[in-house]
């Protein structure tokens, strides 16, 4: 019902920075948030940020002062930017779309992972 595809991920060195974009399309008003995640090997897939229909974000703390999550809805896009980037931060991040209506999740997609690769 709903298909993401992420790009912008890529080899920065420490300290740069680098902006993710997820494009989403088909069945998208029943969209009610948007989150990044990322997952480094041998680590669980951990959740990095989230904004909902609403506007509302929420941050990992690791990120919080560095990432920021954005919306551009008329082009059902969202935005990671991604600064002060760290070692850390070496992971392959993934777009989430949840679907459902206020706080009821029904179900959610995922797209297929962009690599972020970050040089000391």
């Known amino acids: 019902q709903v298909q993401l595809v992420e790009s912008g991920g890529g080899l920065v060195q420490a300290g740069g920075s680098l902006r993710l974009s997820c494009v989403a399309s088909?069945?998208?008003?029943?969209?009610?948030?948007i989150g990044w995640y990322r997952q480094a090997p041998g680590n669980q897939r951990e959740l990095v940020a989230r904004?909902?229909?609403?506007?509302?974000?929420n941050y990992a703390d690791s990120v919080k002062g560095r990432f920021a999550i954005s919306r551009d809805i008329a082009r059902n896009t969202a935005y990671l930017q991604m600064n002060i980037l760290k070692p850390e931060d070496t992971a392959v991040y993934y777009c989430?779309?949840?679907?459902?209506?206020?706080?009821?999740?029904?179900?959610?997609?995922w797209g297929r992972g962009t690599q972020v690769t970050v040089s000391s």
């Open positions: 989430n779309a949840e679907i459902g209506s206020g706080s009821y999740t029904i179900g959610n997609y």
């Open positions: 904004i909902s229909s609403e506007g509302t974000t």
């Open positions: 088909g069945r998208t008003f029943n969209i009610k948030a």
